[in-house]
Structures are given as C-alpha cells and as structure tokens.
T-cell receptor
Framework: DGGITQSPKYLFRKEGQNVTLSCEQN?????MYWYRQDPGQGLRLIYY???????QKGDIAEGYSVSREKKESFPLTVTSAQKNPTAFYLC????????????FGPGTRLTVL | GESVGLHLPTLSVQEGDNSIINCAYS??????FIWYKQESGKGPQFIID?????DKRQGQRVTVLLNKTVKHLSLQIAATQPGDSAVYFC???????????FGAGTQVVVTP
C-alpha cells in the first residue's frame, strides 16, 4: 500500500523538551510538507521541502526544525523554543513542487504538559 | 477522536438534502483550487480540484463552482449522507511552485 505514515498518533512531552515527529512516504514524491492545525483554524505551513537535502521555512517556522536526508523521510523537531507546541501536526507530500495536489498523513497529536 | 472543528462555521444538513459549502479566497492570481475533507482525528483527503480556466467541475456526487470575479469557490454535495459529516477545507495554489493556502474550514453535520 502506498501512502504517508506518521508516528506516533499521540505524543506527550514535558515542557522544555525537544520532540521529533516522524513522517515517511512511499509514493516516490519529491516534495514534502509539515502543517500545524489548531482548533477553529485551517492548516498553517511550518516547513516544506522540494527535494532531498533542501527545505524552506513556511509561515510559522519559528521553534521548529526539519531535515530531508532521504526522499522518503521528512522528520519535524518541535524545539523548546516553540511557545505553544500543543497542536495536531500533519505531514503531506506531492509529486513535485509545482504539482498542487498534496496527499496527507493521518497526523500526530502533540500535547505538551 | 480529534476535535478540529470546535469553533468552525457549521452547516447542518438533513440526510438526502444537497449541501453547499462556500469559500472566499484571497489571491486573484491563484490558478488552482482544491477541496479537502477531514474526518475527526484524521488527515485531510482530496475531494475535487479545479483550475482557474474553468468555472465548474463535477465529480461523483460533488460539484465545484469557481467565480473568479468575486473570488468565490463553492462545493456542492448531492444527496448528503451521514458519511459526509466532516470538516471541509478549500485551498488555493498561491505561487508557481505549488504552495497551498488553506481556508479555516466548515464543519458539516448530517442529521437523520
């Protein structure tokens, strides 16, 4: 089955700790994205990557970091500098940077205690 | 499950009726639009898309209408079913690279 996987589905962390969210895709997509979703709001872009070893900041990158060492993987680290990290995080991928349709993973709900 | 629609506009529809979900987009240069459906606790799923050189596109039980004059997009769902209950998002492609800008979403509740 081709698709995007995110793990874990639920994640709890103490305030001040960094945490890394996993995103893997086997769709052979070049582009990958991370979004944050809060109640009552649409998706906001954190980071995106058009190709391996390259990534750009989205609209709300402060307090987050990413890497793209492999085409299949785009992990997101939520650092202690992120002031309000509790949210639903969604990873997506698309065929290439200019191809608009994005395919989403199931999401990770992060709760910082 | 995940409650992502606590404060969203809500559309209540009786089962079997048609639903119309509206979206105002921001960028007159946007050339591609997508509607996504998101069920509670899950990632968004693609429903239908439309390019800016079209004003209507039909899928299975869904129709998207685009009015570029007033920057308005709508999604019509025919014969709404309980499985259609979800949050619906419109998204516009805002640059040549492919970045999508998402709307806030509309919660659709289907009542028997």
């Amino acid at each position: 089955d081709g698709g995007i996987t995110q793990s874990p589905k639920y994640l709890f962390r103490k305030e001040g700790q960094n945490v890394t969210l996993s995103c893997e895709q086997n769709l052979n997509h070049d582009a990958m994205y991370w979004y944050r979703q809060d109640p009552g709001q649409g998706l906001r872009l954190i980071y995106y990557s058009q190709i391996v070893n390259d990534f750009q900041k989205g609209d709300i990158a402060e307090g987050y970091s990413v890497s793209r060492e492999k085409k299949e993987s785009f992990p997101l680290t939520v650092t202690s500098a992120q002031k309000n990290p509790t949210a639903f995080y969604l990873c997506a991928s698309s065929l290439a940077g200019g191809h608009p349709e994005q395919f989403f993973g199931p999401g990770t709900r992060l709760t910082v205690l | 499950g995940e409650s992502v629609g606590l404060h969203l506009p809500t559309l209540s529809v009786q089962e079997g009726d048609n639903s119309i979900i509206n979206c105002a987009y921001s960028n007159s240069a946007s050339d591609y639009f997508i509607w996504y459906k998101q069920e509670s606790g899950k990632g968004p799923q693609f429903i239908i898309d439309i390019r800016s050189n079209m004003d209507k596109r039909q899928g299975q039980r869904v129709t998207v209408l685009l009015n570029k004059t007033v920057k308005h997009l709508s999604l019509q769902i025919a014969a709404t079913q309980p499985g259609d209950s979800a949050v619906y998002f419109c998204a516009e492609k805002t640059d040549s690279w492919g970045k999508l800008q998402f709307g806030a979403g509309t919660q659709v509740v289907v009542t028997p």
